[in-house]
């Protein structure tokens, strides 16, 4: 007996993150995973029995009649599913990659929750010194060219403890709490201390991970951000090392608790796929819960 | 007997348009006082009368065979203008034909009503009918008169339940504009059956015949003359019987197109191409859709090859002759693909002539699998050097396949390498 629709679909229902590739906008994403669910979820229709249909030279035409009534067959009726509810988390621009959260029917709601709450996303940022663009990555017009012979790690280290400096003041002034209050030290003891709600994008963490001039790597966690915004940072970088920067790749390696290494590529983009990912979420969530307490006795 | 029948039957009527409530229900009542709103006032002046007479006995045998009367109702909105002459066309039952007089009879009564107000008869809704009144009533009919799916109607009607078993798509064909109204309307053995031998003669298989309605289902209101005469061109074009059935088969609108546009379709090919007949013959067969579409995205694509991406028009001919669907590809993922392959990936001109294939798949494919192999140090596309990977191999093979054979990987790693692009 064919499983039915709904039971699938109740399958594929829940919060799950997908790889987006470079160069590709978020929405179309989001219509590609729709349309595998559903080619996923809905099952192909059968023909009626008895479908005969007799050439010229035999009288009239036969065909034989089915007794049930054709209402709810499948071919007038159509599909269970025309349409599927999914919820896109975090976007990413087009020329960005990486971890973009994806809900699907009921997962919707936990995906808005998830968006309220301000957790951190983890970017790598790829960068290139000698030129600076209008729109600080690679595709826009060439403002300004400069040498940067003289900028090594060091410097680039100091650079970016100052950012992280200035960025952090930026967190305490934003988190809306007075610094001398015993609320203030055991938030930020707990490590809460941050922004509740909308702010402007604070970078949390910053570091080198890789400087080959004129490539760079860094890798940042921030929060509130825009994907310009982080293109504007390494923009701002070069000029702090009086050389000019620009960005050459985008990549967001983790948001919230959603990591690169649970994201779905292209190729994995079908419903049974999914299932089975969100399957082996929740296994997971019921296996960290803690056991209920036994009952006093 | 009968006159009073018909003075009860006004005044119920007349009532009913007023009082929206009335528990004698007529068979006509509601379908047609939908109908009256939107309706133009019908040309008969005469004797609504014996109009009304000749229909009530007839309305009272369809109310017994309840399969037709859906039919015409469901037309009232879509196209109610024509529908008085619609009925007399199609040769429906006696009762249908009727009933449109009767409808527009009732429209009579409605005017009438309208121009005497004052000396209105409001008869109470309670008011005891006698037995022979009671047997002339009839059940009111569980078909709406407009409906958003045909749904509804599938069970009533016999052009309807006919294509379901063929296994026509009617839940897609139901969201197109007007395609519900026109199947409704069409008559299974005058409209449907003739074509449907038609497209048997020529060779078309039964599971073709689903896709061809599914897609065209304009094709059951062509002129039977017609059809023979594009099929007959076609045959003399020289295109075998069998790659006729075949091409009607994959381009569903083929044989609504003239003679004199198909005509002209195959021309310009032949011309543009500068390809021999028989050769041109074979690029329409396999790809029938050329001949129905817009020819000048056509004339763009070529112009792009000749001059951007600089082929020269023996290399054109070749690459169409391989793949006919270069002729309709998006003018922009021909230029973007090739930008990659000649500049990025080095590969010369000649070697994307042997593989036109690779300009069907998408671009980020062709991108992820190269720069996997280049990190890999196996990106080896001049044929004159070992471990040489065709282009073809590199497009067109699935993921599995091409991890193992030509990056000699695993698929775990290929999926790694494309979350860190």
């Known amino acids: 007996m064919a499983i039915r629709a709904i039971r699938k679909f109740r399958w594929v229902e829940g919060l799950f993150c997908v790889y987006k590739p470079p160069g590709v906008h978020w929405k179309l994403v989001r219509d590609r995973i729709e349309t595998c669910i559903l080619e996923g979820v809905n099952g192909t229709p059968s023909l009626p029995p008895g479908v005969r249909l007799l050439g010229p030279g035999r009288g009239p035409t036969e065909l034989t009649l089915s007794a049930s009534s054709l209402a709810a067959h499948p071919l007038v009726r159509g599909p269970e599913f025309r349409r599927i509810k999914v919820g896109v988390g975090h976007r990413l621009d087009a020329s960005s990659s990486g971890v973009l959260v994806i809900g699907v029917g009921r997962g919707n709601k936990p995906l808005n929750d998830l968006y309220q709450m301000c957790c951190t996303r983890d970017y790598t940022l790829e960068g290139e010194f000698g030129f600076a663009t209008d729109n600080f990555s690679r595709t826009g017009r060439i403002v300004e060219r400069s040498t940067y012979d003289h900028v090594t790690r060091d410097k680039l280290e100091k650079v970016l403890a100052m950012l992280q400096q200035a960025n952090q003041k930026a967190l305490l002034i934003h988190s809306n709490v007075d610094m001398r209050s015993q609320e203030a030290y055991e938030m930020a003891v707990t490590g809460e201390l941050g922004p509740q709600g909308k702010s402007p994008p604070i970078l949390t963490g910053l570091r080198v991970t890789g400087f080959q001039p004129p490539f760079f790597t860094l890798e940042l966690q921030c929060l509130n951000e825009t994907q310009r915004y982080l293109r504007k940072v390494v923009h701002e970088i070069g000029l702090e090392l009086r050389s000019t920067a620009s960005c050459t790749a985008v990549r967001r390696t983790r948001d919230g608790p959603f990591t690169v290494d649970q994201a779905l590529t292209r190729g994995q983009w079908t419903a049974a796929q999914v299932a089975l990912t969100i399957q082996h979420y929740n296994n997971s969530k019921r296996q960290s819960r803690p056991l209920p307490a036994p009952a006093a006795l | ?421």
Not at chain 2, 140 to 155: A, I, Q
Not at chain 2, 246 to 254: D, E, G, I, N, Q
Not at chain 2, 256 to 269: G, Q
Request: aromatic share 8%; glycine share 4%.
């Open chain 2, 1 to 421: 007997m009968a006159s009073s029948c018909v003075q009860q039957l006004c005044r119920r009527s007349t009532s009913h348009l007023r009082s929206k409530t009335s528990c004698v229900t007529l068979l006509y009542s509601t379908h047609v006082q939908n109908h009256v709103a939107g309706v133009r006032t019908a040309d008969k002046t005469n004797a609504g009368g014996d109009l009304i007479i000749h229909g009530n006995n007839s309305i009272f045998h369809a109310s017994q065979t309840r399969q037709q009367v859906g039919v015409c109702y469901y037309s009232g909105y879509n196209a109610s203008p024509l529908l008085p002459t619609e009925h007399r066309d199609t040769k429906e039952l006696m009762s249908t034909d009727a009933l449109s007089q009767i409808k527009d009879a009732q429209h009579l009564t409605e005017t009438n009503a309208r121009l005497d107000t004052d000396e209105a008869v409001y008869p109470s809704a309670s008011e005891e009918i006698t037995d022979k009144d009671a047997s002339h009533t009839m059940v009111l009919s569980t078909l709406p008169s407009e409906s958003s799916s045909l749904r509804d109607y599938v069970d009533e009607s016999e052009t309807l339940s006919k294509l379901v078993q063929l296994g026509v798509k009617l839940w897609k064909l139901e969201q197109r504009p007007n395609v519900g109204t026109m199947l409704l309307k069409l008559d299974f053995q005058t409209d449907v059956v003739p074509r449907l031998l038609f497209l048997k003669e020529m060779g078309v298989e039964d599971s073709g015949l689903a896709y061809i309605l599914s897609d065209n289902p304009f094709i059951l209101k062509e002129d039977l003359e017609n059809l023979h005469a594009r099929v007959n061109y076609l045959k003399s074009q020289k295109f075998s019987p069998e790659t006729v059935a075949s091409m009607v088969t994959r381009a569903p609108y083929l044989l609504n197109f003239s003679v004199k546009r198909l005509d002209n379709r195959l021309a310009f090919y032949q011309q543009q191409l500068g390809l021999n007949s028989s050769k041109t013959r074979g690029i329409v067969a396999r790809l029938p859709r050329l001949l129905c579409g817009s020819l000048e995205p056509v004339k763009e694509t070529l112009r792009v090859c000749k001059i951007e991406l600089g082929f020269k028009e023996n290399e054109i001919q070749h690459m169409v002759m391989l793949v006919p669907k270069l002729l309709t590809s998006n003018k922009r993922k021909l230029t973007q693909i090739f930008d990659y392959l000649h500049n990025t990936m080095k590969v010369q001109h000649h070697l994307i002539v042997k593989f036109p294939q690779v300009f069907n798949s998408r671009l980020l494919r062709i991108k992820e699998r190269h720069l996997f192999l280049d990190y890999l140090g196996t990106a080896q596309y001049d044929s004159d050097q070992p471990n040489y990977i065709s282009l073809d191999r590199l497009a067109s093979l699935p993921d599995e396949a091409f991890c193992t054979e030509v990056a000699s990987a695993t698929l775990e790693d290929f999926i790694m390498f494309q979350k860190t692009m």
